[in-house]
């Protein structure tokens, strides 16, 4: 199981940005789903999760600009964020706990993944 997130880059303050994760595999189903950023000298930390049926949570920093969303049928998560800000610069990574279709062709217990991290800089 591979994901592979999109969708970083320059951002200029009061702007918008929209990152893609799809996942890849022998996916038997995606539970949780989640977004983590990581600025410098910070510890990694979450900013937003969707389950399985479109429930979702948000940090106070990203809470009321920014909208997790998930499509089952491609696999994949998205985080929009309106207005962002300097201090939303970071390495964003998408997190996705999978049951993955094993060598015996059973599906085994959730295992976490983790996406490559995309670079996002908020600056004008």
């Known amino acids: 199981v591979q994901l592979q997130a999109s969708g970083g880059g320059l951002v200029q303050p009061g702007g918008s940005l929209r990152l893609s994760c799809v996942a890849s595999?022998?996916?038997?189903?995606?539970?949780?789903m989640a977004w983590y950023r990581q600025a410098p000298g910070k510890q990694r930390e979450v900013i937003a999760s969707?389950?399985?049926?479109?429930?979702?949570n948000y940090a106070d920093s990203v809470k009321g600009r920014s909208t997790i969303s998930r499509d089952n049928a491609k696999n994949a998560v998205y985080l929009q964020m309106n207005d962002p800000k300097p201090e939303d610069t970071a390495v964003y990574y998408c997190?996705?706990?999978?049951?993955?279709?094993?060598?015996?062709?059973?599906?085994?217990?959730?295992?976490?993944?983790w996406g490559q991290g995309t670079q996002v800089t908020v600056s004008s």
């Open positions: 969707i389950t399985m049926d479109g429930s979702t």
């Open positions: 997190n996705a706990h999978v049951r993955a279709i094993g060598a015996t062709g059973l599906p085994g217990d959730a295992v976490a993944y």
């Open positions: 595999g022998r996916i038997f189903a995606i539970k949780d």
